[in-house]
């Protein structure tokens, strides 16, 4: 008789997922590399840069929408909230800071989501060409799936922003079925902070 395997909890599946040369990260090195590009993987710099660009002083990094609160993509469990919550705010206030130190040290940092890898992979070697000094190769527009306008926007204009927080469960995609009623936002552009109704509303911000 076939024994069942019990089903694996949400610790033990993230437990699993790959903290270091994810798939996202690999085809930008990738792809970076036959553009002509050197760079060295996870150098001694705050945070240990996917990617680091010595003589230009870039930093690279490939976040996961999950871990790190892409506003497209992120979801919010259901279960052990709590925990989830604080998951999320300790790993985006790091990254703050590591952003921080690093410009500290005369270091520019680029963040690519690895939404943005898998939907349009040239399109981000461009913003890393274009912030080398290189031309980049001319890349049409990224298809907008998720419909104009972007309700995270901050204030500033930008679209640069994590997420911190989300009031009840669900997926940010705007074709999830259950979203979640509202969102905390850190604008990367402006350093502000800003709460938001997920499906529309204007932001009302926050100190710090």
């Given amino acids: 008789m076939t024994r069942r395997r019990a089903p694996m909890t949400r610790s033990q599946q993230m437990a699993r997922v790959r903290q270091r040369d994810t798939k996202p990260e690999l085809q930008l090195r990738k792809a970076l590399w036959a553009a002509g590009c050197r760079y060295r993987k996870q150098a001694a710099l705050p945070g240990r840069p996917d990617i680091a660009f010595i003589g230009a002083r870039l930093a690279v990094f490939v976040d996961g929408c999950f871990w790190h609160g892409c506003p497209r993509h992120y979801s919010s469990s259901a279960t052990n909230r709590p925990f989830w919550i604080e998951k999320l705010r300790g790993n985006t206030e790091r990254d703050h800071r590591q952003d921080a130190e690093l410009r500290a040290l005369g270091w520019r940092v680029i963040r690519v989501w690895e939404c943005e890898v898998k939907q349009d992979l040239a399109r981000a070697v461009s913003w890393v060409l274009e912030a080398l000094g290189k031309t980049p190769t001319t890349v049409s527009e990224p298809p907008v799936p998720y419909g104009p306008p972007l309700w995270f926007?901050?204030?500033?204009?930008?679209?640069?922003?994590v997420v911190q927080s989300v009031t009840g469960p669900g997926s940010?995609?705007?074709?999830?079925?259950?979203?979640?009623?509202?969102?905390?936002?850190?604008?990367?552009?402006c350093d502000t902070r800003y709460e938001r109704p997920v499906h529309h509303g204007a932001a009302s911000t926050l100190p710090g």
Avoid: Y
Wanted: hydrophobic fraction near 20%; charged fraction near 30%.
């Fill in 153 to 161: 926007t901050c204030s500033c204009g930008s679209t640069d922003v």
């Fill in 172 to 189: 940010l995609n705007i074709r999830a079925k259950r979203r979640p009623e509202g969102a905390t936002l850190r604008c990367r552009h």
